[in-house]
């Protein structure tokens, strides 16, 4: 079946999601009876004595909610090559890794045929809303998409991202092609064992089928943002390529440089056009439209940890439509960005009834909690879930997911505000990890308040033409009292006093009561900002990339806890000057 050509008819998609949109209720408890009945024989859901019932009520009876810690003794099991059926019905033959950048190791989730099923069902659905509005012509995409290593588990199982799971399925070029965004880089490129040959090839290849990009794309953009900053770097060589037809050394993996050569001709012409164009951009500004001429839109996930990376997008694409992609992750899809006109700070994901149940675990307010200090921790109430009809605009809740592949009452661990409804479909907006990021006492903030008050400080720069590339946090509790570290790798080096500016911006834009209470009684130091040599984060992406993450799902860790070792020696031996706040003196 995963073989197949389909034709898509895309007034039929959207026909088909609206159907489904309008019966949510009805959908949802056929979904969930589905999933039980292919998995009834399951020792998971044959242990919690649902025996066979796959209706709503018995199944919230008999089944807990769960986290991956509880899962994990039972997905070692499938992984290290027990057949029997523990968590699903038929066999699990491949394990996806989540990208893990909050715990310092990917997690293995279960991954089967139906994910790769839903995965192009979402990718239609928001296809054929956005060619409604921003049609795109037949060419190809520069998708800037990686594979990551593949391994198998103890149990002979193979090991991939779930991104590179997808990548690699024929369904997914058969949908890609359908959606007339083909990617123009060979497989060679995009599963290439060395993530820097493959950017920089992937780059070669949209200069070499420049007249026919539609759009460029990637899964979270941080990668496109990545890709474009090596273009700076690059260009010339990549000119020098076109012109000569000849690979540059660097490229020496051998199935690499044999695909390329049947693509790289010598070609001067070319090669004087995209270095004309280049050097007549100001500082960059608008790169993507000049050397890709035809591109409609730039289509990736720009919401939660990607948005600090929005604003460099922006300045590449000029006067670019910016279309945010859908919300997923390893263990399953959620909602499709059926609004793509919206701007990507407030896009909205309407949630396919059809593609899991879903729950939702209210979000009522915050408590306070003197556990693991050094550890991102939970800090909400909360009271019963609620199903995808029960939800009330303008709550907040924790997304629980039942799937297709052996995940019952699975706790996502990602904060969504409803924000209204397609139909009767929830539309989502993500707000972030529900990790609480930063705690030393009453103070808690997260992933998002983390993220203002960089921009915030971030706009300080702004007059030194200085940017923030990446950054991160931690919280020192060698000293007492303990204080907030956050980490910055700037564009270049900036003076003393912008800096000293900086961190006294960032200590008084953390707005929290209970971080400005502490902070004014000195419960909390003074906050450090610590400047880390340029490449730094790269650094930490090899790293990620060496434990068999994919760049294509990569999320920069927004908070470097103690266990994390790794990247905090990374952090604390690439600083190179650091800053304490007087904001509070
Ligand atoms: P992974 O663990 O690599 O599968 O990544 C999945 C996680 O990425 C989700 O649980 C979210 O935290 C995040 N994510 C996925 N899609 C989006 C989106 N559209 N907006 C913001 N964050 C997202």
Redesign the pocket.
């Known amino acids: 079946m995963l073989e197949k050509m389909e034709e898509f008819n895309f007034e039929k998609v959207i026909k088909e999601f609206e159907t489904a949109t309008k019966d949510v209720g009805r959908v949802q408890k056929e979904t969930l009876q589905k999933i039980l009945e292919e998995n009834g024989e399951a020792e998971y859901l044959q242990k919690l004595g649902l025996n066979g019932r796959t209706d709503v009520e018995s199944f919230k009876a008999c089944v807990p909610l769960v986290t991956h810690k509880d899962l994990d003794p039972y997905i070692q099991r499938v992984a290290d090559g027990d057949t029997s059926p523990i968590l699903t019905g038929k066999p699990i033959t491949t394990i996806?890794l989540?990208?893990?950048?909050t715990q310092g190791k990917p997690?293995f989730?279960p991954f089967n045929e139906e994910l790769v099923e839903s995965t192009m069902q979402i990718y239609r659905t928001s296809f054929a809303f956005r060619d409604r509005e921003f049609p795109i012509g037949n060419g190809k995409a520069l998708q800037l998409i990686y594979g990551s290593k593949q391994f198998e588990t103890k149990g002979g199982l193979t090991a991939n991202?779930?991104?590179t799971n997808i990548y690699r399925s024929s369904y997914f070029k058969n949908t890609m092609k359908a959606i007339r965004s083909e990617c123009c880089s060979p497989d060679e490129v995009i599963f290439g064992p060395d993530f820097n040959q493959s950017v920089y090839c992937h780059l070669l290849c949209g200069l070499i089928y420049r007249d026919e990009i539609q759009s460029v794309s990637s899964t979270?953009v941080f990668s496109i943002v990545h890709a474009f900053r090596t273009f700076e770097q690059i260009w010339e060589e990549l000119c020098t390529d076109i012109r000569d037809g000849v690979l540059n050394k660097r490229v020496t993996v051998p199935s690499i440089r044999t695909a390329m050569s049947k693509l790289l001709k010598p070609n001067p012409t070319l090669a004087d056009l995209v270095y004309k164009k280049c050097s007549g951009l100001s500082n960059w500004y608008g790169l993507i439209p000049e050397i890709f001429p035809q591109t409609k839109y730039i289509y990736g996930?720009?919401?939660?940890?990607?948005e600090p990376y929005l604003k460099k997008l922006r300045h590449y694409a000029g006067e670019l439509p910016l279309l945010?992609?859908?919300?997923?992750?390893?263990?399953g899809w959620?909602?499709a960005?059926v609004n793509p006109t919206l701007p990507p700070e407030s896009?909205t994901?309407a949630v396919l009834p059809d593609i899991g149940y879903f729950e939702f675990l209210p979000i009522m307010e915050k408590v306070e909690n003197h556990g693991d200090r050094t550890e991102a921790t939970f800090l909400y109430t909360e009271s019963e879930p609620v199903g995808l009809t029960e939800v009330k605009v303008g709550n907040e809740y924790e997304?629980v997911v039942t799937n297709v592949a052996g995940l019952y009452r699975y706790r996502?661990?990602?904060m969504v505000k409803v924000v209204g409804f397609h139909n009767s479909t929830p539309e989502l907006q993500?707000r972030?990890?529900r990790n609480l990021l930063l705690n030393i006492n009453i103070d808690k903030n997260t992933e998002k308040d983390l993220q203002l008050a960089v921009e915030e400080a971030g706009k300080l720069l702004v007059d030194e033409k200085l940017e923030v590339v990446d950054f991160t946090s931690h919280v020192d509790l060698t000293e007492d009292p303990g204080h907030y570290v956050i980490f910055w790798e700037l564009s270049r080096e900036a003076g003393e006093e912008v800096l000293n500016e900086c961190c006294n911006c960032l200590d008084r834009s953390f707005v929290d009561a209970g971080y400005i209470g502490a902070r004014k009684v000195n419960a909390i130091g003074a906050l450090e900002l610590r400047i880390v040599r340029r490449g730094t984060f790269q650094k930490i992406l090899d790293h990620y990339l060496g434990l068999g993450s994919a760049v294509s799902?990569f999320?920069t860790p927004r908070c470097v806890g103690l266990s994390n070792s790794v990247v905090l020696q990374i952090l604390h031996s690439n600083v190179v000057k650091s800053y304490f706040s007087t904001a509070f003196a």
């Open positions: 996806s989540s990208s893990g950048t997690k989730v991202t779930a991104t979270f996930i720009m919401t939660g940890s990607m945010s992609g859908d919300y997923g992750s390893s263990e959620i909602g960005n896009v994901y997304v996502l661990g990602d993500f972030c990890r799902q999320k």
